[in-house]
């Protein structure tokens, strides 16, 4: 396809369309690797100057820099004649993240049909920071349905959100600030301070993608026939019970529209946390909801993806 082709096409519906075809590309040169060996060594040089300056100070300074240089690159490469078109749509492709969440649940999914519980909470374990090694095939179901619903925002709804607000500087921008907090966002020893400034950017660049998840998570639901008018009505209360103000969003709507209980005891680097529930008290994850929940999935990414080209061709 010629670059003079795609400047008819809205950028956002075809990075969308080329996640839905391909997934994560793992042959190609993917920033968020790139993004997180700098942060790698960012953590380094924060961690020589404790004996100077305040964990919270260097983080949040390591945020900011390499936040900004990231929208810096992503606005220079894009701006470059010719191919600079085609660099913006491949960006903005590398920074959805749908298809691979769903094709890795999928597996997760498929793995339990065959009851290989092992190898599921292995394939489980590269979607989750929690810890997986005694989880049940129940556990599994819920944590799976957990993950894929709080991801849903987080890789796809929120990098599409800033990709249509400020454009593909805005969106790497983001994921930047994602992929810290995936990183440091912890409260551990190791990151309760350094990764401070990141969780609290995070929590804010997140606050209005997760609750357009909500919202277009129960128009889908509601054309899918599922329980959209509970999940209208419950999510609000439920979600603002989470220690995340954004987590609990997305997730409380999945889990009313399908009937899936979530929350509950999770081990996080060997300490039990109790977690809020979500959704009815006793609602069982079986291996058909978690079907239809990644088809909500799919189905919302549609949607969300044609508003946004609507959206963008005004």
């Keep these: 396809m010629s670059a003079e082709t795609l400047l008819f096409i809205p950028i956002p519906v075809a990075a969308f369309v080329l996640d839905m075809l391909f997934g994560d590309p793992h042959g190609l040169p993917h920033p968020v690797r790139w993004i997180g060996t700098a942060i790698n060594h960012l953590e380094t040089s924060c961690r ?6 305040l964990p919270e100070i260097s983080g949040g300074f390591a945020v900011l820099t390499l936040t900004t240089v990231v929208a810096w690159i992503a606005d220079f490469l894009t ?3 010719p191919g600079g078109i085609i660099i913006a749509v491949y960006l903005a492709y590398a920074g959805l993240a749908l298809q691979g969440l769903v094709r890795e649940a999928r597996n997760v999914l498929q793995l339990l049909q ?7 909470r292995t394939a489980l374990s590269m979607l989750v920071s929690r810890d997986t090694s005694q989880m049940d095939a129940e556990a599994i179901r819920r944590s799976l ?9 987080d890789g796809f709804v929120a990098p599409f959100f800033y990709l249509m607000m400020l454009g593909i500087p805005g969106m790497w921008a983001y994921k930047t600030v994602n992929t810290f907090d995936s990183m440091w966002g912890y409260r551990t020893e190791r990151f309760a301070r350094l990764g401070m400034i990141a969780a609290r ?6 606050w209005i993608p997760a609750r357009l998840s909500w919202l277009l998570l129960c128009v889908t639901g509601w054309a899918m026939r599922l329980n959209a008018g509970t999940a209208m009505s419950k999510t609000p209360a439920q979600a603002r019970t989470m220690e995340s103000p954004n987590a609990g969003w997305p997730m409380a709507a999945c889990a009313w529209l399908l009937q899936g209980s979530m929350g509950g005891a999770v081990t996080y680097f060997g300490t039990v946390k109790q977690k809020p529930r979500l959704g009815p008290e006793n609602g069982l ?13 799919i189905r919302t990414g549609w949607l969300t ?8 061709l005004i």
């Design 305 to 312: 993806a044609a508003l946004g080209g609507i959206i963008w």
């Design 201 to 206: 950017t995070d929590d804010i660049l997140n």
């Design 79 to 81: 701006s470059l004649e």
């Design 145 to 153: 349905a957990e993950t894929v619903s709080e991801n849903f925002s």
């Design 48 to 53: 020589r100057m404790d004996a100077y300056i």
């Design 285 to 297: 994850w079986s291996n058909g909801r978690l079907n239809t929940l990644l088809r909500l999935a």
């Design 114 to 120: 065959q009851d290989e519980i092992d190898q599921a």
